[in-house]
């Protein structure tokens, strides 16, 4: 007994040690945690004017400004988030922001704005610069935007909702952590109180994402919530978005260009009209940008558009930026220039009693994007006031072309149109004037983003003729009637090419390759064909006197429709 007495102790030690090192290695994985996370590293700030904003439910990489007692939103956030319409004027030092009736305007770093030709005075700065980054007023910018937020310290961090639907919220029945992680382990972000309120993110089988009432994101173990209710957020609704008239008409307009290369042109007009049928509007190309200080080359008649109101014709005169002597961008970065063409423009189209402004501005650069549609809101605003009719040209869309920004055109302009042709052009390779996938394209793009009653397609009355002579490509417009002389005195042969929707030929010459797609009565009439599967506001043609006779039967026709 005596000897066996020792081992026995052994064999109780080995158990109490064994039971020891289970019960600790159970601890270790069972036990809470209780260190606490990083919150300024959790919502990634850096000092005191740093501000972490939670967007809905979700912490987002940007980050607003406190300063002076006023959170500020940096110009980048303000445009992804809230409201994209705000323009800056670097060079000038302003900020603008276009209504349907007025331009309203700040300097940048004032207290004060200038809204229908008042001052209205605030305590606190609007707007400010922090090296270059602009900064904006979360308060200012609610005078343009329904949103709301809430602040909360330690870290400073931003509540913002922009969109209210249903939310669902639990009790706390028991004090707890909220933890980074859905685990026992994972650090604490905030300690929470029996009977504090959460909103349930996310549910899962033992955890649940949630959101504290001062914005902390994480998770709580299920067995700590109450049931789950659901109720209707409130939302903001203190701004108004105005009403933005337009002038857009209960008909379909029929316009076509007439391309005027100088005063003594002006007396073809009744000429280039005898043979149409059913052109409620001319457009005269008189305007031509001419200097970086917003000035224009004018060639418009007073007769002319006498001429055309007495055969019942609206005028719609074109401005172009085609001369290589000016810079696009440097004219519509300026808010002194713009004003001055634009003030100019208006002046002269109402000395002549002219309709309507026809914008033709093209290769516009990316980078000269935001100040294109600033020029265009800014004439919206003085056309309307003065009834003038304002119509913008643009490309068939495509992605390097987004800077066009053909949704607020929609919302400014009365007329969006689209140029459906030169989908190959002079410098390209060789192929049709316009498919019938480009211009089903380019209607179906357009009115994605603005009223079909707005949308007008512009059709081709030329086609190109294509020379290939070994690496070099070239071409030549020609009217519908020339091209149909080229392919008969060269006797080519033409099929119909359902995949385009044109009468296609070809003839080896020689070194040269000759193609053509011919933009004739046919293809005209299966564009029309497309352009009757929407409620379009009207058919537009480039350029008078390119046409045949023929084709003003088909867009009577599709005028009549």
Known sequence: MKKAIPVIIAIVLIILIGGAYVGVKFLERYSYSKEYADLN????????????????????????????????????????????????????????????????????????????????????????????????????????????????????????????????????????????????????LKDIKKGDTVTILETMETWSKVKTKDSVIGYVENKRLSEPAVAEQIPVTDYVEPEFTCLTRDYKINLAWHQVWNADANSTLASMLAPTKGVNVISPTWFSLSDNEGGFTSIASGSYVQQAHDMGLEVWALIDNFSTEISTKTILSSTTTRTRLIENLVQTVKDYSIDGINIDFEQVSADAGD?????????????????????????????????????????????????????????????????????????????????????????????????????????????????????????????????????????QTGEAFYQVWLEDIQALEQKLGIMGNYNLGGIAGWKLGLENAAAWDLIENYMNQ
């Open 371 to 507: 100040d294109y549609i600033q020029f265009i809101r800014e004439l919206s605003v003085a056309c309307r006031r003065e009834g003038i009719v304002l119509s913008v040209d643009n490309y068939v869309p495509t992605g390097y072309t987004d800077h066009y920004n053909r949704e607020e055109q929609g919302l400014f302009a009365d007329y969006v149109i689209v140029m459906g042709y030169d989908e190959h052009y002079s410098g390209s390779e060789a192929g049709p004037v316009a498919s019938t996938k480009y211009v089903t394209e380019g209607i179906e793009n357009t009115i994605a983003v603005v009223p079909e009653n707005k949308v007008i397609n512009a059709v081709p009355f030329y086609t190109r003729i294509w020379k290939t002579e070994g690496d070099v490509v070239s071409c030549d417009s020609v009217s519908m009637d020339a091209a149909a002389q080229f392919v008969a005195n060269n006797g080519i042969e033409t099929y119909w090419n359902g995949e385009t929707g044109h009468n296609y030929g070809e003839i």
């Open 41 to 188: 590293e959790y919502y990634g700030v850096n000092g005191q004017a740093d501000t972490a904003i939670i967007l809905q439910d979700e912490i987002i990489e940007e980050k607003a400004l406190l300063k002076d007692g006023v959170y500020y939103f940096d110009f980048a956030t303000v445009r992804k988030y809230f409201n994209d319409r705000f323009y800056e004027d670097k060079t000038e030092g302003l900020l603008l922001y276009t209504t349907p009736v007025d331009t309203i305007r700040t300097e940048i770093g004032s207290s004060t704005y200038i809204k229908e030709g008042s001052p209205v005075e605030s305590d606190y700065a609007l707007s400010f610069y922090e090296g270059e980054t602009l900064y904006i007023a979360a308060e200012y910018l609610k005078n343009y935007c329904n949103f709301s937020y809430s602040v909360f310290t330690e870290p400073n961090r931003m509540q913002v909702y922009t969109q209210w639907g249903e939310e669902t919220t639990a009790q706390i029945e028991k004090d707890t952590a909220v933890r980074y992680q859905g685990g026992v382990k994972s650090d604490i």
